[in-house]
């Protein structure tokens, strides 16, 4: 089993990140969603031990970081995009997200600072919400390619 610590839109406040991951147990690794790389780098730097996957989001700039990731995990294939690319404030049916993501597990993307979790098919799609915003994050646990998935309040 992998467990996933995921957030996004954490916008400069990485505090509530740190004690979430403190206060966590057999974390495998964590997701940032973007808005802000920096804050993602700087969780990195903090725990070290911990694998750390980010992207950018539309407040990111001059940044290397990727617009997407196409990760393996626990035997899933994990989509991870910050989301304003694929219009996911506009488009209700999260169409273009989903096009993009076709064939993974677990679809993660943030940009709305609202948390969701939906269903197409075996594609689990999740927004963690924001922690400075919506006062969310998400587990994800990740077992033989099965993925499930909880959104948590601070």
Known sequence: MSKLLIFSDTHGETAPCVDIILSSRGIDGIIH??????????????????????????????????????????????????????????????????????????VVFGHTHQPITEYDGEMTILNPGSTLFSRTYAEAEITNGKVKTRILTL
Do not use: W
């Open 33 to 106: 969603a973007g808005d802000c790389v920096r804050d993602a780098e700087d969780l990195e730097a903090a725990f070290p031990s911990i694998p750390i996957y980010y992207v950018r989001g539309n407040n990111d700039f001059f940044t290397r970081a990727p617009m997407s990731l196409n990760l393996e995990i626990g035997g899933a294939r994990v989509y991870v995009t910050h989301g304003h690319m694929q219009n996911v404030k506009h488009e209700l049916t999260l169409r273009t997200l989903k096009n993009e993501a076709r064939g993974a597990a677990l």
